[in-house]
């Protein structure tokens, strides 16, 4: 299957600062997700994004296909966004998710 | 919209006996749901596909007897945990789709489950 590395594994922010996050897989992909799971363990959709670039508020997405990877951006990170952010990939309506990266954004 | 409820929450089961979690898609049709199970700081694993009507596609290693899935309408698909033992504690999460779209998966809230 498609391997989803995510980088990096845990990212300690203090409020106010941005962030990258990383996410390289091992094959080519059709369909590639960003998921956000709150500390409660609900999953939300973040962004759909197998290529290209979008925004929502102050979270941003690249997806470079051709080369393997794609980028979530956080800017002026809030409490709020701590969680575990999973990138999820798949070939078809499959998908295999990464292991996340834990971000702990500190007041 | 786009809203999947997933019951109960949490759920404690003695050893040895049967637990039925429920997925149900509030204001959309679900073609197609997924049972994923997630253990502590780890990754969400595929258990298995399941679309309405049919029979559900099993990934590879998991347990189609102990693990039974039913997907009796467009709305509502089970999970049940038969025979429960304390290996089956973990984090079971459904997501459904509509219409086959692939471009946004909508997750239930989790159900945790422990077998003592």
């Known amino acids: 299957g498609i391997q989803v590395e995510q980088s990096p594994p845990d990212l300690i922010l203090q409020e106010g600062a941005n962030s990258t996050l990383r996410c390289n897989f091992s094959d080519s992909v059709n369909n590639l997700q960003w998921f956000h799971q709150n500390p409660w363990g609900q999953l939300i959709n973040l962004f759909y994004?197998?290529?290209g670039t979008k925004q929502n508020g102050r979270l941003s997405a690249t997806t470079v296909a051709t080369e393997r990877y794609s980028l979530l951006y956080i800017s002026s990170s809030q409490t709020t966004d701590s969680g575990v952010y999973f990138c999820?990939?798949?070939?078809?309506?499959?998908?295999?998710f990464g292991a996340g990266t834990t971000v702990t954004v500190r007041a | 919209g786009a809203v999947v409820s997933q019951h109960p929450s949490r759920v404690i089961c003695k050893s040895g006996t049967s637990v039925k979690i429920e997925c149900r898609s509030l204001d959309f049709q679900a073609t197609t749901m997924f049972w994923y199970r997630q253990f502590p700081k780890k990754s969400l694993m595929l258990m298995a596909t399941?679309?309405?009507?049919?029979?559900?596609?099993?990934e590879q290693g998991v347990e189609k007897d102990k693990f039974l899935i039913n997907h009796a309408s467009l709305t509502l698909s089970t999970l049940t945990v038969t025979s429960a033992h304390p290996e089956d504690s973990s984090f079971y999460i459904c997501?459904?789709?509509?219409?086959?779209?692939?471009?946004?998966?909508?997750f239930g809230s989790g159900t945790r489950l422990t077998v003592v």
């Open positions: 994004i197998p290529s």
């Open positions: 997501s459904a789709s509509r219409n086959y779209d692939v471009s946004g998966y909508t």
């Open positions: 399941s679309n309405e009507g049919s029979k559900a596609t099993y």
């Open positions: 999820a990939v798949g070939a078809d309506y499959k998908l295999s």
